[in-house]
């Protein structure tokens, strides 16, 4: 007998080709030798877009002169852009490009934005004076032009990263063959691995960017990242011999299964005996869960659509309230960029006599607490909970999702308790009407909030990401974890809805609003108390549809 292993066993059990088209064999594609190269161009793909977002809203108060309320409104606008054109990305890549080249595509995109937006922040700035409480305050008046090519560029990077992110995932995860048991568990780590890739490098970004951007140029902290993304691109290219592709279905996948919709309206009036062989041959079908969604079963009568067509569609349908009740999560997640960091930004940063760290460095600690705790939740917690629940991965994905939820609300109410803190240290030492003066309050009393979301993530994010590309199609895993996504995007555009919304409200007649310019006179407490009251409402809804759920490979979990 050959002592070498027969190509039947060496081929992976997915529909999957190599780069020229041609079946590939396990021992020499895929599994962590390509996952590797593709987490390394997350990481710097992370460094880069947080080497934006996490210091955005300071300079667009401190160089582009706009208000707390004005500036974060425009942060959250562009991260819920950034966080919802991966559906269109998912879109493209999914029906026509394919992921590999969409994400090539998308990362010269990418790199031509960060280009632009290093060169709009090299031009040069006006100097101004205006009165404040009776003083003459310097502010920076930026031309025309450059705040034009700031926002160009800076939805560049939003349509870059529309394509760049639900591609590199999901074609991360098909490295690993679903269908055999140690590629299927490795994959399960591997989105814990991801996301510890991805924190690795937003926490880096943090830690460095935000401190040259405030003290030596915005400019030169904004040209790193595109430097990075430059290196990304070619260390993508060189795993290119070794990566696994899906094989195209010849009939798209949005095509089939917006065809059950469409056909089962058609066939609304149909009578039940027109299509009950076709619900019986359904129910034949032990994987498969056709009791629920029954009207879509409608879809069956004529033959125009199959069984699979419409429990596919049945599957992206119970997908839709574990989507919405995640919104309230994803509001939360909002703030760690725009009001967590305009705290800081007021009270003691000192380390050491003569040196201050950044406002926005304080969100590394969400990365340090996320690098620090995967290991422990993959290595340690996942192990002790496997023994107990006898699951696979310790706890279902909806558990995992559903924990993170609970500690956001935590991490609100421990928010509203710090604010509270700071507004009545600003009034004990005299300083509500100085907004310039710095409250002699640690931004340590901040490190809590952001540990917590940072642990809530872990939970949360990375349940999302894995539920989100297991429970889809196969053939609409970008789109799966492009829907993952838009949970954050949406989450941004309902943040910046609500703080608009507020700031009039609470802002008429000359009064101070919930977000005045002057900190020490607003209210963000109240507005932390409002995010956890929705956060528990929505996550009392989560609980509701979570219990219901029946998973499309219920092996998996």
Request: aromatic share 12%; net charge neutral; charged share 15%.
């Amino acid at each position: 007998m050959s002592s070498e292993t027969p190509p039947l066993l060496d081929t992976v059990a997915n529909a999957v080709v190599d780069y020229r088209g041609q079946r590939v064999l396990r021992s020499n594609s895929g599994g962590w030798r390509s996952a590797c190269f593709i987490i390394g161009v997350e990481v710097a793909e992370r460094f880069a877009y947080y080497g934006i977002s996490c210091n955005l809203v300071m300079y667009l108060t401190e160089q582009l002169a706009q208000s707390t309320a004005t500036a974060a409104e425009n942060v959250n606008t562009w991260s819920g852009t950034a966080s919802s054109l991966p559906l269109l990305g998912a879109f493209v890549a999914d029906s026509y490009l394919g992921r590999y080249r969409t994400i090539i595509i998308a990362s010269c995109i990418y790199i031509l934005g960060l280009s632009l937006l290093t060169l709009s922040a090299m031009l040069p700035s006006s100097i101004s004076t205006s009165n404040y409480v009776g003083k003459n305050k310097v502010t920076l008046a930026s031309s025309e032009l450059q705040v034009n090519l700031f926002f160009i560029s800076l939805y560049l990077v939003a349509v870059g990263q529309g394509g760049h992110k639900p591609c590199v995932q999901a074609f991360g995860a098909d490295q690993f063959d679903g269908e055999d048991p140690v590629e299927c568990q490795a994959k399960s780590s591997f989105f814990n691995w991801w996301y510890f890739g991805l924190c690795t490098g937003s926490s880096v970004a943090m830690l460095i960017l935000t401190y040259v951007q405030e003290n030596l140029s915005w400019g030169l902290g904004y040209g790193i990242p595109c430097v990075a993304m430059v290196i990304a691109l070619g260390v993508f290219f060189l795993g290119t011999r070794t990566y696994r592709h899906s094989v195209k279905e010849v009939k798209s996948p949005f095509v089939r299964i917006g065809q059950v919709f469409v056909t089962a309206i058609k066939n609304r009036r149909a009578k039940p005996s027109e299509i009950a062989i076709e619900e019986e041959a359904c129910r034949t079908l032990p994987q498969h869960n056709s009791e629920q969604f029954k009207f879509l079963n409608k879809a069956l009568q004529g033959k125009v659509c199959t069984i699979s067509d419409v429990e596919e569609a049945k599957a992206v349908l119970r997908l839709i309230p574990i989507w919405a009740t995640s919104l309230g999560y994803a509001i939360v997640v909002a703030q760690t960029s725009t009001f967590f960091t305009e705290q800081g930004a007021i009270l003691d940063r000192t380390i050491f006599p003569g040196f201050e760290i950044p406002a926005a460095s304080l969100q590394f600690f969400i990365g340090l607490a996320i690098v620090f705790f995967i290991p422990i939740y993959d290595r340690i917690f996942v192990p002790i909970a496997r023994a107990i629940t006898t699951k696979p991965f310790g706890i279902t994905m909806l558990q995992r999702i559903g924990t993170g939820m609970l500690l956001s609300i935590i991490c609100m109410v421990v928010a509203v308790l710090v604010e509270i803190k700071r507004l009545k240290t600003a009034k004990e030492y005299g300083l509500v009407d100085m907004p310039d003066v710095t409250i002699p309050m640690s931004v340590w009393w901040l490190l809590p909030q952001y540990v917590l979301s940072g642990i809530a993530d872990v939970f949360t994010i990375v349940g999302l990401q894995e539920f989100f590309y297991d429970q889809v199609p196969s053939e609409l895993r970008s789109v799966g974890l492009a829907l993952y996504l838009s949970i954050l995007g949406i989450g941004n555009f309902l943040s910046s809805f609500l703080v608009s919304i507020i700031e009039e409200v609470t802002g008429g007649d000359g009064k101070d609003s919930w977000f005045a310019d002057n900190l020490n006179r607003a209210h963000l407490d109240y507005f932390y108390w409002l995010l956890a009251g929705i956060s528990a409402v929505a996550f009392t809804a989560y609980l509701y549809f979570a219990k219901s759920y029946i998973y499309n490979r219920p092996s998996t979990i």
